[in-house]
């Protein structure tokens, strides 16, 4: 299975994602070509080879009518400064045109692309016109937005979703993004970090900030969101190309974003942990509840025994389960335990892959899980099927087992 693996230590922005996509292309250059190919009016698009920290990359540049959208970062003993100024910035950016959410729409109708880019592309936009529809509380289709960073946005959201289908990984995971802090400056005024429409657009995904600045911009959290299909550590692979795009700004650390781009044989699914500790439940709730959270979908129920408050013993109710069950577990928890609170986290699963086959024995049929992958196979009879022949013939389950492998 092919796998893309994106590192966002120091966030992601469009023009960095396509950058570091375009290096695990065979001919990298021949891509900004297509991209000129899209003749979008007044756009001019370059890509070079710099450095941040010393580390080569590629870094994308996107101008519009000869200008190249920015965002400045506000250092916090400036912001009362700039406010008191807000009104002259706020007149100059009004000669600026605006492009409504209709006129993307037309633009992608019209793109020479594919029509799953097409479809991407659109996904993408969504994302951000209903963050930008809540943040505003306005209708979607009442959203304007800035001329120079629509196009930019447009060149960046199209480039990534080209680059993904050349690419073609059956899976995509990401690292947790580092979204920055502090203030910064945009079209609209001065905004906290994460913007509120990145905030939006990253519900549910694993941040941090620890380096002050605008390190996610709205449009890289949208490609993120739409394409990733876990957030977490690298998982098992073998890389066999690294891709580096290069961010604008200059930061302590190398301002880059990495894709890794390879193969693993291990199937791999995001999966959620649900937990709480408990003290005053009894064993039979406890058990109860466990058979109940294991009959409605869990993939693994366990309790472990811990100290709570006051060195009271106590027990650890531990719940692993897909994301779309992971609600009504919650519920369940909620209702059949005296827990006042659930955690939550996600996690990579990494799997081997398994089946199951009949094979003939002594005793008849008997069902054998087979496990194979990653230079690993294993396989063990089901239980069931040993404890059903153990029964029958009087025997013990060693005996049974002793049998079958000889």
């Known amino acids: 299975m092919k796998v893309l693996f994106l590192e966002c230590n120091m966030g992601a922005a469009g023009n960095m994602l396509m950058a570091a996509l375009s290096e695990l292309l065979p001919e990298p250059e021949k891509f900004v070509e297509d991209l000129r190919a899209l003749n979008l009016p007044g756009v001019e698009i370059s890509r070079e080879y710099a450095s941040s920290a010393g580390i080569r990359g590629a870094r994308m540049h996107v101008f519009i009518h000869g200008e190249e959208e920015t965002s400045e970062d506000v250092p916090q003993s ?6 008191h100024n807000h009104n ?27 029509d799953k880019v097409k479809r991407d592309v659109l996904a993408v936009y969504k994302l951000i016109a209903e963050a930008e529809s809540q943040v505003h509380g306005c209708p979607v289709e009442e959203i304007h937005l800035h001329e120079v960073g629509a196009l930019d946005a447009l060149v960046d959201i199209t480039g990534v979703c080209m680059l993904m289908e050349k690419i073609g990984a059956d899976r995509i ?15 609209h005024g001065i905004l906290p970090v994460p913007t509120p429409a990145t905030a939006e657009i990253l519900r549910g995904v694993p941040c ?3 380096f002050e600045g605008e390190l996610c911009t709205p449009t890289g959290a949208a490609l993120l969101k739409h394409f990733v299909s876990s957030f977490g550590h690298m998982p098992v692979m073998t890389t066999e190309k690294i891709g580096i795009g290069l961010g604008t700004k200059e930061y302590p650390a190398a301002n880059i974003l990495r894709a890794f781009l390879g193969k693993t044989d291990m199937p791999m699914m995001t999966v959620e942990e649900l937990s709480c500790n408990l ?6 709730e406890l058990g109860f509840a466990a058979e109940l959270l294991m009959k409605n979908g869990a993939l693994d129920v366990f309790i472990t025994p811990i100290q709570m408050k006051k060195f009271r013993p106590g027990s650890l109710l531990t719940v692993i389960c897909r994301s779309e069950d992971a609600e009504k577990l919650t519920d369940l928890m909620l209702r059949h ?3 006042l609170g659930v955690r939550r986290k996600t996690c990579a699963r990494t799997c081997i892959h398994r089946s199951i086959e009949t094979r003939d024995t002594p005793f008849g049929p008997v069902r054998v899980k087979v496990s194979k992958g990653n230079g690993i196979e294993r396989c063990k ?15 013990s389950i060693w005996d049974v087992l002793k049998e079958i492998k000889d």
Request: net charge negative; proline share 3%.
């Open 78 to 83: 400036t912001v009362s400064r700039i406010e």
């Open 88 to 114: 002259h910035d706020h007149d100059h950016k009004r000669h600026h045109h605006h492009t409504s959410m209709t006129d993307i729409r037309r633009i992608i109708k019209d793109l020479p692309v594919s």
């Open 173 to 187: 995971f990401c690292s947790p993004i580092n979204v920055g802090s502090g203030m910064v400056r945009c079209a």
């Open 208 to 210: 941090y900030g620890n």
């Open 279 to 284: 003290d005053d439940c009894t064993g039979e």
């Open 337 to 339: 335990t005296t827990t």
């Open 381 to 395: 009879a089901e239980y069931e099927d040993v404890a059903r022949i153990a029964f029958e013939q009087g025997i």
